[in-house]
């Protein structure tokens, strides 16, 4: 089992759709939970950040925490084109790794 | 000052070469991080330091050896790499060892290995 996994996508929505991101990780101690933005060519970019179980929103992003089901999840609301990129989930394991999945690539359509 | 600043932004080297890349943070943060990122590809830990002090190396080839000469700085020295060495080359800064509120990151070095 890897130790973060999201699906590799592409994940395509039309203009003003809200996108779904989804990961999932195997260490239950883990206790941060990030997502990255990454547009090609470029290095990641920390759009959100989680700790407690629930939802925690930040403009047109909600990130989902489910730590019961080690699962963690991205929200993008009235999705842009400009938004379209590679949306990289990371955990930070065993206490002080942070550790990044394969990453979901996302398109959206004007 | 929020960067993280990498030079060079692209670097060519022969697989002879010696080369080194270099790390900058002004933002008093204590815990510093290499990754290596291959294209389509996550980025891979590579080394950490906190508080200037070498924590994990992740199995990383003597090839590469990693410097922390002060709290500010991050150096990755380079010697005899091979050419599947080629990549993206991302340092980057928490404000202590457990990231707890994220790591920020540098623009990269894209090195290319001959």
């Known amino acids: 089992q890897k130790e973060v996994e999201q699906n590799s996508g592409p994940l395509s929505v039309p203009e003003g759709a809200i996108a779904s991101l989804n990961c999932t990780y195997s260490?239950?101690?883990?206790?941060?939970f990030f997502w990255y933005r990454q547009y090609s060519g470029k290095s990641p970019e920390l759009i959100m950040f989680i700790y407690s179980n629930g939802d925690k929103e930040d403009g047109r992003f909600t990130a989902q925490l489910n730590k019961a089901s080690q699962y963690v999840s991205l929200l993008i609301r009235d999705s842009q084109p400009s938004d379209s990129a590679t949306y990289l989930c990371a955990v930070t394991l065993y206490g002080n790794k942070l550790v990044f999945g394969a990453g979901t690539i996302l398109r959206v359509k004007s | 000052d929020t960067e993280v600043t990498q030079t060079p932004k692209h670097l060519v080297m022969g697989m002879t070469n010696k080369k080194s890349l270099k790390c900058e943070q002004h933002?008093?943060?204590?815990?510093m991080y290499w990754y290596k990122q291959k294209a389509k590809k996550p980025p891979e830990l590579m080394f950490v330091y906190s508080y200037e002090k070498l924590s994990i190396n992740e199995s990383v080839p003597s090839r590469f050896s990693p410097e922390c000469p002060n709290s500010s700085l991050l150096n990755l020295h380079l010697h005899a790499l091979q050419p599947e060495d080629s990549a993206l080359y991302l340092c980057a800064s928490s404000q202590d060892w457990k990231g707890a509120r994220g790591y920020t990151f540098g623009s990269g070095t894209r090195l290319t290995v001959v």
């Open positions: 933002m008093g943060h204590r815990a």
């Open positions: 260490d239950r101690g883990s206790q941060s």
